[in-house]
């Protein structure tokens, strides 16, 4: 126990670097396969979990210039998947250009929606596009109970979300033999770690299929990132520290080698680069430089190392954030 009280980040919570290092590991990158790409801080919600502190009030959103620096920065690198994130990236304008710009490349397509958004824009020619592109809708519902998800995400959001869910499966999402991936994510209300994945997809199969006659292709459940707006929650509730222990306690060596940011690029609204979302929040660049997608002019980051901050310990928890 000598070496993980070296270095402490709270009481009785030793750096992320310590505990990987305590078990005989080192988290850098594999070969990058996926660009992840925040359109903006904009959301429908404000969500008291979100570590991007994203909501209705903020101002930051990807311009058009940055869109097409994305496309041929994804031409660079090589990457095979794209993963279109926010805020809620429905806000932006240009989102069809993205999709468009990248399904001609022939990426894999991905588009995280909160499904309130999704439902709110009111658009069938969006809806035609993801359609047209088999673009993968990855989609958060933190839980079956409309009480527990309001309070959560905001009022009435709950009923959106299932009406949403519903008018993706009239399109074909989530249905055997469409090539239409629905994956719904849930995460912890509160400050505790997330239900076992398999005992909640086998719940949430259940449940939306006997009252909604709802489905989906898969279900990920991971925990609270303790940055941005639930940082300060947790904070404010003085649970902050325990908190960061249950995810210290909950972390599992095995979910390192499969970690998303070793295969990942996170490009940020405004076009800065990160090893992933969650580092964009805690400001922690890609090997500690600030650098934008327009000043690269060579890819080459096989073996590079992470950054890392002590809100890792979210993705390593449990069964991990892969």
């Known amino acids: 126990m000598e070496k993980q009280n070296l ?12 505990t990987l290092e305590n078990h005989g590991l080192f988290l850098e990158r594999g070969e990058t396969h996926t660009c992840q790409v925040n359109l903006g801080l904009l959301c429908n919600q404000v969500c008291k979990h979100c570590h991007l502190s994203a909501g209705p009030d903020r ?27 926010g ?41 035609d596009l993801l359609v047209k592109h088999q673009v993968t809708i990855v989609s958060s519902l933190p839980s079956l109970n409309l009480s527990q998800t309001d309070a959560q995400r905001g009022q009435g959001v ?24 629905l994956d719904l994510v849930s995460n912890p209300t509160g400050a505790f770690m997330p239900t076992d994945q398999i005992i909640a ?29 639930f940082e300060a929650w947790l904070k404010k509730k003085g649970t902050y520290t325990r908190y960061l222990q249950s995810l210290w306690k909950g972390f599992n060596p ?19 680069l990160y090893d992933c979302d969650f580092n964009q929040a805690a400001a922690l ?8 997608i327009q000043d690269v002019t060579k890819i080459d980051l096989h073996h590079q190392k992470i950054a890392c901050g002590n809100h890792c310990y979210a993705c390593t928890a449990g069964s991990g954030f892969t």
């Open 7 to 18: 270095r402490q980040m709270g009481p009785g919570v030793p750096d992320f670097e310590q």
């Open 59 to 85: 101002k930051e959103l990807m311009d058009l210039d940055t869109i097409f620096q994305v496309v041929e920065f994804t031409q660079k690198t090589g990457c095979k998947v794209v993963d279109i994130t």
């Open 87 to 127: 805020g809620a990236p429905e806000m932006n304008p240009h989102l069809p250009v993205l999709i468009d710009k990248m399904a001609g490349l022939e990426k894999v397509l991905m588009l995280r929606s909160n499904l309130s958004a999704l439902y709110d824009a009111n658009d069938p020619g969006l809806l």
């Open 158 to 181: 709950f009923e959106k979300s299932i009406m949403a869910l519903k008018l993706l499966n009239d399109r074909g999402y989530g249905k055997e033999g469409t090539g239409l991936v």
């Open 201 to 229: 997809e086998k719940r949430f199969r259940q449940v939306l299929r006997e009252k909604w006659g709802i489905v989906f292709s898969h279900l990920f459940t991971f925990a609270n990132m303790p940055l941005g707006r």
């Open 254 to 272: 095995c979910t390192v080698e499969g970690l998303m940011c070793r295969n990942l690029i996170s490009i940020s609204w405004d076009g800065y």
């Open 285 to 292: 660049p890609m090997a500690n430089l600030r650098t934008h």
